[in-house]
């Protein structure tokens, strides 16, 4: 009987091994583009994670992910004694098992320096090793020589930056006069920094969204107080490595998490009216007209901000309908803005319910 245990115990393991499952995210296409659900910073035990490489894969399979970057630290591996310092090790323990798993893996390393110029990811590189320089500048130029993406990490993390408020110093602007800074941190753990939408604006730079897990992601972000880890949403022209590293350099993201999406406002209104569609009214009596909005996401919107005689808020909850009564002297279409879809520093979407 304990023999049967056994095997039973291992036949399950086998066939979990074999047969994974991803978590289906509902987050629709753009016109043109797919929607690749990615997580561009990720540590293991190469640095100062707990978790090992294949298990990171593992993990962003569950959570329905398409891509994922390990982006150990080059200047701090506190396990050295215990993990050899090779850092590529964990791009090349997780590649093939990646590419098993249907997920693009990004070759990826943090440089970890004091403020300024902070933390940085360089993403899309070749050898990790040869980044790490004396010189943060050096580091810089050598991931630039491998067309790396240059990401600036949790520009206002307040082991760095005490009251919570991004700065740009001298190096980043010399970063970004050279056109070697890409993409910078709106939403990195738990914490976002909404001053980084002017850099983004003013410097033409990509915004991302990243979980900078350490630990195990699932006792992190846990219902009721998460639905998702933070991703960045790329929106590739095909779900290939060389197709996502376009996208992110031409600066093709939107941020989720929290029930937030944060992005430029050109990507943000094709994907909410993506996510919803409005039905014709279906009934009406002397004074109102009945009809339904469909979400057909897994982000629930607020609306507020109604005109005069309309709601003054509609929730659209996640993958549901709602049903709006309207007095029929309000005249289509009903004008809200989107309280959880942010495009700027202190500015939400704006839409329109046409019925």
């Known amino acids: 009987m304990k023999k049967n245990s056994i095997l039973i115990l291992l036949l399950t393991f086998i066939t979990l091994s074999i047969y994974g499952q991803r978590k289906i995210v509902k987050l629709p296409n753009l016109p043109g583009y797919i929607t690749l659900k990615c997580d561009f910073h990720i540590h293991t035990v190469f640095s100062d994670a707990n978790v090992w490489p294949t298990v990171r894969i593992d993990e962003a399979v569950r959570d329905g992910l398409d891509a994922l970057a390990f982006t150990d630290h080059l200047e701090y591996t506190p396990h050295k004694n215990y993990v050899p310092v090779d850092f590529n090790a ?95 941190e709106f939403f990195n753990s738990n914490e976002y920094y909404p001053l980084v939408f002017k850099f983004a604006k003013d410097n033409n730079l990509t915004l991302t969204g990243n979980s900078d897990v350490h630990g195990v992601i699932s006792e992190i972000y846990k219902e009721p107080d998460y639905n998702n880890r933070p991703m960045t949403l790329v929106f590739a022209k095909e779900r290939t490595s060389d197709a996502l590293k376009e996208a992110m350099f031409a600066g093709r993201t939107m941020v989720y998490f929290q029930d937030k999406l944060v992005g430029k406002e050109e990507y943000a209104k094709p994907f909410i009216y993506q996510c919803i569609s409005v039905g014709k009214p279906y009934y009406e009596n002397e004074k109102n007209l009945y009809f339904e909005v469909t979400n057909n996401s897994d982000v629930p919107f607020y609306l507020v901000n109604g005109i005069p005689d309309a709601p003054a808020s509609i929730t659209l909850a996640a993958n549901s309908v709602t049903r709006i009564v309207i007095n029929k002297k309000v005249a289509a279409p009903l004008v809200y803005d989107v309280k959880n879809v942010i495009i700027g520093e202190n500015e939400v979407l704006k839409i329109e319910l046409k019925y």
């Open 90 to 184: 964990a791009w090349k323990i997780g590649e093939t098992y990646a590419k098993e798993r249907n997920l693009i893996l990004v070759h990826g390393a943090e440089i970890t320096r004091k403020m300024p110029p902070g933390h940085f990811n360089a993403l899309f590189i070749s050898d990790a090793s040869l980044i790490l320089q004396d010189s943060v500048w050096d580091s810089f130029e050598a991931a630039i020589k491998q067309g790396a993406f240059l990401q600036w990490n949790h520009p206002g993390w307040k082991a760095q930056q005490p009251d919570g408020i991004p700065r740009m110093y001298d190096i980043h602007e010399k970063l970004i006069k050279k056109g070697w800074l890409h993409g910078v």
